[in-house]
């Protein structure tokens, strides 16, 4: 089992940038795949990027150019670097985790969760 703690959320103004965190404890990473999704009000969780346990790395159409996945084993962490940013992408941004090889774009694929940052984007 693992433990997920995401940090880094805050206000930033549109064209901003920030890194999210999100910190594991209770197993090494290197046997997860990890997954970024947000959560605006009043929508559906929306998957954003994954790195997969084999090493491959996905994203939404939406954040790509935008954002970076990337997640450094040895600190136990995955980091989603956000550049470019619009209101928009005003949310509850989550990590989550899952140990089994095969999807990383479903939020139902995923057994771990953290408990989200806010990020708030203004015009």
């Known amino acids: 089992q693992v433990q997920l703690v995401e940090s880094g959320g805050g206000l930033v103004q549109a064209g901003g940038s920030l890194r999210l965190s999100c910190a594991a404890s209770?197993?090494?990473?290197?046997?997860?795949?990890m997954g970024w999704f947000r959560q605006a009000p009043g929508k559906e969780r929306e998957f954003l990027a994954a790195?997969?346990?084999?090493?491959?790395?996905y994203y939404t159409d939406s954040v790509k150019g935008r954002f970076t996945i990337s997640r450094d084993n040895a600190k136990n962490t995955v980091y989603l670097q956000m550049n470019s940013l619009k209101p928009e992408d005003t949310a509850v941004y989550s990590c989550?985790?899952?140990?089994?090889?095969?999807?990383?774009?479903?939020?139902?694929?995923?057994?771990?969760w953290g408990q989200g940052t806010q990020v708030t984007v203004s015009s």
């Open positions: 989550a985790a899952h140990s089994r090889f095969g999807g990383v774009t479903s939020a139902t694929q995923y057994d771990y």
């Open positions: 209770g197993r090494t990473l290197s046997v997860y795949s």
């Open positions: 790195s997969s346990r084999g090493g491959n790395i």
